[in-house]
Nanobody, 124 residues
Framework: QVQLVESGGGFVQAGGSLRLSCAAS????????MGWFRQSPGKEREFVAA????????YYADSVKGRFTISRDNAKNTVNLQMNSLKPEDTAVYYC?????????????????WGQGTQVTVSS
Protein backbone atom coordinates (compact mmCIF):
# COMPACT_ATOMS: atom_id res chain seq x y z
CA GLN A 1 0.00 0.00 0.00
CA VAL A 2 1.29 3.45 -0.96
CA GLN A 3 -0.23 6.80 -0.06
CA LEU A 4 0.75 9.83 -2.10
CA VAL A 5 0.48 13.52 -1.23
CA GLU A 6 1.34 16.23 -3.75
CA SER A 7 2.42 19.76 -2.94
CA GLY A 8 3.95 22.77 -4.64
CA GLY A 9 1.18 23.82 -6.96
CA GLY A 10 0.17 27.43 -7.32
CA PHE A 11 -0.27 30.42 -9.56
CA VAL A 12 2.54 31.59 -11.83
CA GLN A 13 2.96 33.81 -14.85
CA ALA A 14 3.91 32.39 -18.22
CA GLY A 15 7.63 31.75 -18.40
CA GLY A 16 7.86 31.10 -14.69
CA SER A 17 8.74 27.96 -12.77
CA LEU A 18 7.20 25.69 -10.17
CA ARG A 19 8.45 22.60 -8.41
CA LEU A 20 5.94 19.93 -7.51
CA SER A 21 6.70 17.34 -4.87
CA CYS A 22 5.04 14.05 -4.07
CA ALA A 23 5.59 12.47 -0.68
CA ALA A 24 4.93 8.76 -0.43
CA SER A 25 4.25 6.63 2.60
CA UNK A 26 5.12 2.97 2.78
CA UNK A 27 8.34 1.04 2.95
CA UNK A 28 8.19 -0.17 -0.63
CA UNK A 29 8.34 3.20 -2.37
CA UNK A 30 11.61 2.33 -4.09
CA UNK A 31 9.89 -0.63 -5.77
CA UNK A 32 7.47 1.58 -7.70
CA UNK A 33 7.83 3.46 -10.92
CA MET A 34 6.40 6.93 -10.44
CA GLY A 35 4.54 9.20 -12.79
CA TRP A 36 3.07 12.67 -13.04
CA PHE A 37 -0.17 13.22 -14.89
CA ARG A 38 -2.40 16.24 -15.36
CA GLN A 39 -6.02 16.95 -16.07
CA SER A 40 -7.74 20.11 -17.26
CA PRO A 41 -11.49 20.73 -17.08
CA GLY A 42 -13.29 18.80 -19.79
CA LYS A 43 -10.21 16.85 -20.78
CA GLU A 44 -8.94 13.38 -20.03
CA ARG A 45 -6.07 12.83 -17.66
CA GLU A 46 -2.82 12.90 -19.62
CA PHE A 47 0.69 11.69 -19.09
CA VAL A 48 3.34 14.27 -18.21
CA ALA A 49 6.45 12.45 -16.98
CA ALA A 50 7.55 9.19 -15.38
CA UNK A 51 10.62 7.74 -13.73
CA UNK A 52 11.68 4.16 -13.13
CA UNK A 53 12.08 2.70 -9.65
CA UNK A 54 15.83 3.29 -9.70
CA UNK A 55 15.65 6.70 -11.34
CA UNK A 56 17.72 5.40 -14.21
CA UNK A 57 15.03 5.88 -16.83
CA UNK A 58 12.81 8.90 -17.39
CA TYR A 59 9.98 9.55 -19.81
CA TYR A 60 8.32 12.77 -20.92
CA ALA A 61 5.36 13.86 -22.95
CA ASP A 62 6.42 15.74 -26.05
CA SER A 63 4.60 18.83 -24.81
CA VAL A 64 6.86 19.15 -21.76
CA LYS A 65 10.14 17.72 -23.02
CA GLY A 66 12.99 20.13 -22.41
CA ARG A 67 10.96 22.17 -19.92
CA PHE A 68 10.05 19.68 -17.17
CA THR A 69 12.37 17.39 -15.20
CA ILE A 70 11.29 14.48 -13.04
CA SER A 71 13.48 13.16 -10.24
CA ARG A 72 13.16 10.94 -7.19
CA ASP A 73 14.84 10.42 -3.86
CA ASN A 74 14.18 6.91 -2.60
CA ALA A 75 15.79 7.66 0.75
CA LYS A 76 13.23 10.41 1.34
CA ASN A 77 10.29 8.69 -0.41
CA THR A 78 9.76 11.66 -2.70
CA VAL A 79 9.38 12.32 -6.39
CA ASN A 80 9.62 15.81 -7.82
CA LEU A 81 8.63 17.58 -10.99
CA GLN A 82 10.59 20.72 -11.83
CA MET A 83 8.57 22.77 -14.29
CA ASN A 84 10.28 25.61 -16.16
CA SER A 85 9.17 27.92 -18.94
CA LEU A 86 5.57 27.33 -18.00
CA LYS A 87 2.84 28.07 -20.52
CA PRO A 88 -0.88 28.78 -20.04
CA GLU A 89 -1.63 25.38 -21.58
CA ASP A 90 0.19 23.75 -18.66
CA THR A 91 -2.67 24.84 -16.41
CA ALA A 92 -4.20 21.73 -14.85
CA VAL A 93 -4.50 19.65 -11.73
CA TYR A 94 -1.31 17.61 -11.46
CA TYR A 95 -1.38 14.12 -10.01
CA CYS A 96 1.37 11.89 -8.72
CA UNK A 97 0.96 8.14 -9.27
CA UNK A 98 2.73 4.89 -8.43
CA UNK A 99 3.02 1.79 -10.60
CA UNK A 100 4.45 -1.45 -9.23
CA UNK A 101 5.55 -2.90 -12.57
CA UNK A 102 6.67 0.14 -14.55
CA UNK A 103 6.27 -1.52 -17.93
CA UNK A 104 4.05 1.10 -19.56
CA UNK A 105 4.93 4.34 -17.79
CA UNK A 106 2.90 6.61 -20.05
CA UNK A 107 -0.41 4.76 -19.63
CA UNK A 108 -2.83 6.12 -17.04
CA UNK A 109 -4.64 2.86 -16.37
CA UNK A 110 -1.60 0.86 -15.22
CA UNK A 111 -0.95 3.02 -12.18
CA UNK A 112 -2.00 1.52 -8.89
CA UNK A 113 -2.03 4.48 -6.52
CA TRP A 114 -2.85 8.16 -6.97
CA GLY A 115 -2.51 11.33 -4.97
CA GLN A 116 -5.28 13.88 -4.54
CA GLY A 117 -3.74 16.35 -7.00
CA THR A 118 -2.39 19.87 -6.83
CA GLN A 119 -3.57 22.81 -8.93
CA VAL A 120 -1.17 24.59 -11.26
CA THR A 121 -2.39 27.78 -12.92
CA VAL A 122 -0.28 29.64 -15.48
CA SER A 123 -1.43 33.08 -16.54
CA SER A 124 -0.60 34.64 -19.90
Amino acid sequence: QVQLVESGGGFVQAGGSLRLSCAASGRTFSSYAMGWFRQSPGKEREFVAAISWSGGSTYYADSVKGRFTISRDNAKNTVNLQMNSLKPEDTAVYYCAADLFGRRPTVVDVYDYWGQGTQVTVSS
